[in-house]
């Protein structure tokens, strides 16, 4: 079980599942035989204010990398030092993303510069809060793809995911969820 937010609001005790063995909080990291937790701190609201974590969860060489609520860092990404700061603490090889997508035009852009930055195998998109929102995203990325850019849009229903370590994508596959769901 992992929390990422230090607000309040975000922590609810009567969440947690029964029988969760470790609970990791405020930054706190887990080792587990072949599964390695990492925290990275991330900013929900603006850049410098670390609110929340990101997780690195790494298991038999693969990299999954859920950023929680980055909201901030993503919409001011053309901000030298946070390109810096994911390049520091985040590594190159991410096999699947998963992270934020708001329905704000200003951030769709801001959104798919991030995920070229890290140019993921896969990318699960959460946290939005209506079907457009979404919809709105998944257009903008098949417009890039005009420009020279690869997405490949697939249906979690229709596609298979399997996949070795890490070899860098020909196109990186947006795995959509087959209901709305804004926590997916």
């Known amino acids: 079980m992992v929390y990422s937010h230090l607000h309040e609001d975000h922590y609810d005790s009567t969440r947690i599942p029964k029988g969760v063995k470790h609970i990791l909080n405020n930054g706190e990291g887990l080792e587990l035989e072949d599964l390695n937790i990492i925290p990275i701190p ?41 390109a810096d700061y994911f390049k520091k603490n985040y590594p190159e090889n991410i096999d699947l993303l998963i992270m934020p ?16 930055l890290f140019n993921p195998k896969r990318i699960i998109p959460t946290h939005y809060w209506s079907q457009e929102y979404l919809d709105e995203f998944i257009v903008y990325l098949k417009e890039k793809n005009y420009s020279g850019a690869k997405y490949s849009i697939k249906d979690i229903k229709a596609s ?25």
């Open 42 to 82: 991330t900013c929900e609201n603006q850049f410098g204010i670390f609110d929340n974590t990101s997780y690195l969860f790494t298991y038999k060489g693969f990299n999954i990398l859920h950023t929680g609520d980055i909201q901030g860092m993503i919409a001011n990404i053309e901000n030298d030092s946070i």
């Open 101 to 116: 997508i708001e329905g704000k035009i200003k951030y769709i852009p801001q959104a798919e510069k991030f995920i070229r």
């Open 160 to 184: 298979q995911f399997r996949s070795k370590q890490y070899t860098k994508p020909d196109s990186i596959i947006v795995i959509l969820p087959d209901k709305f769901d804004y926590c997916f």
